[in-house]
């Protein structure tokens, strides 16, 4: 039998997967393929639209906005902050995937300006992008994060979510998420995550398709961590021998293939240090 929250997740997959949410992606050119195959996979609808011209016209129409800054030009910054700034008078959710802030200032100053212009729902990142929106160092490579004590990843997402106003998920061998206050813990996935190109701005699109048919973002996000996770296991556990490039094929076919029975053996979801959900992996 389910627990509560198993039910809850579960209700939320059924819904993206019945009402198929629109999700505005304003991502990099590195991962809008995967991103659009990931999130039809999925059961929601994407949509690129870049130009200044019409971003306002697409947020308003859409479930959730997401704003990627992976390959950034300020042309495209502007074009983020105008579809943000549509959503926000339209009640649409926003949300921030901050790509390698910190890496350089020209990242870090244009993430902290959509900050500013922009009511924000949900950022997603790693802990050294996080901890650069709020004045904090860690360690970077380029757009991906040095090596950081996954243990101080609850504190800096609460420290994050407070002084941003917003909910925040930091990913990484243990995913959280916070609104400040409440803190929730995923364990899932696996390694080969990170062996594929994209799979991190996938995941904030896939938040946002959650977003999109759920206003309680806590919830709406430890759903889509969880699935994604879940998904994610189920992939490597069929191509453990085979390399990313099988993982990668086959995590697009688990996407697909989520069920409200998914999360059982696959991913585990623990509130204050107590086990809510899931099994162990």
């Known amino acids: 039998m389910m627990?509560?929250?198993?039910?809850?997740?579960?209700?939320?997959?059924?819904?993206?997967?019945?009402s198929n949410p629109l999700v505005h992606n304003i991502t990099n050119v590195v991962v809008t393929n995967f991103t659009a195959n990931g999130l039809y996979a999925l059961g929601a609808s994407p949509v690129m639209a870049y130009a200044p011209e019409e971003v306002a016209d697409m947020a308003k129409i859409a479930g959730a906005v997401v704003l990627n800054i992976?390959?950034?030009?300020?042309?495209?910054?502007?074009?983020?902050?105008?579809?943000?700034q549509s959503a926000n008078a339209h009640g649409v959710p926003v949300l921030l995937d901050p790509v390698g802030a910190g890496a350089t200032s020209f990242r870090t100053e244009s993430a902290l300006r959509i900050l500013k212009e922009v009511k924000i729902s949900l950022v997603r990142g790693n802990a050294a992008e996080v901890a650069h929106l709020i004045g904090e160092v860690r360690e970077i490579k380029g757009v991906d994060?040095?090596?950081?004590?996954?243990?101080?990843?609850?504190?800096?997402?609460?420290?994050?979510?407070?002084?941003?106003?917003?909910?925040?998920?930091?990913?990484?061998?243990?995913?959280v998420i916070t609104d400040g206050v409440e803190v929730r813990l995923i364990s899932g996935g696996d390694?080969?995550?990170?062996?594929?190109?994209?799979?991190?701005?996938?995941?904030?699109?896939?938040?946002?398709?959650?977003?999109?048919?759920?206003?309680?973002?806590?919830?709406?996000?430890?759903?889509?961590?969880?699935?994604?996770g879940a998904a994610a296991s189920r992939a490597a556990a069929h191509t453990a021998k085979l390399g990313p490039g099988s993982f990668q094929i086959a995590f697009l076919d688990e996407l697909a293939k989520l069920h409200t029975g998914s999360l059982e053996g696959h991913v585990t979801i623990r509130e204050a240090g107590t086990t809510t959900t899931g099994g162990a992996r």
């Open 70 to 84: 992976g390959t950034l030009n300020r042309e495209l910054v502007d074009a983020m902050i105008i579809a943000g």
């Open 3 to 18: 627990s509560i929250w198993e039910q809850s997740y579960s209700d939320l997959l059924t819904k993206v997967q019945n």
């Open 191 to 228: 390694a080969l995550l990170t062996k594929v190109t994209g799979t991190g701005c996938l995941l904030t699109s896939v938040l946002g398709a959650f977003a999109a048919i759920e206003p309680n973002l806590l919830l709406a996000g430890t759903a889509g961590l969880a699935f994604y």
């Open 145 to 175: 994060a040095g090596n950081s004590a996954d243990s101080s990843n609850v504190d800096l997402a609460v420290r994050a979510a407070q002084t941003l106003h917003t909910m925040v998920v930091i990913t990484g061998k243990e995913d």
